[in-house]
Nanobody
Framework: QVQLVESGGGLVQAGGSLRLSCAAS????????MGWFRQATGKEREFVAA????????RYADSVKGRFTISRDNAKNVVYLQMNSLKPEDTAVYYC??????????????WGQGTQVTVSS
């Protein structure tokens, strides 16, 4: 079992930056692939980024590639999402997730409660 708590969301102007954090409980954090997803109002939840157990492998949605960076600190049980050059269309609730059924899967076993990111134009 792992519990995930996101933080770092807020209101930012277009072109600005935010860094989201996801703190995980438990001693098995380093055994989980971690991911970030987002859901805008009236839309389905979509994949944003994923990172391997060691942090050596990452993948991103095309919509955020080159602007967002996922990273992790296994000593602190935290995964981050650095978001730069934010656009109004990045506005959404961002969710941290752990332990997918496969590297390219959207089926994760554990989810955080989400943190709101709002980008004003």
């Amino acid at each position: 079992q792992v519990q995930l708590v996101e933080s770092g969301g807020g209101l930012v102007q277009a072109g600005g930056s935010l860094r989201l954090s996801c703190a995980a409980s438990g001693r098995t954090f380093s055994s989980y692939v971690m991911g970030w997803f987002r859901q805008a109002t009236g839309k389905e939840r979509e994949f944003v980024a994923a990172i391997s157990r060691s942090g050596g492998r990452t993948r991103y949605a095309d919509s955020v590639k080159g602007r967002f960076t996922i990273s992790r600190d296994n000593a602190k049980n935290v995964v981050y999402l650095q978001m730069n050059s934010l656009k109004p269309e990045d506005t959404a609730v961002y969710y941290c997730a752990a332990d997918p059924s496969g590297w390219y899967s959207r089926d994760y076993n554990y989810w955080g409660q989400g943190t709101q990111v709002t980008v004003s134009s």
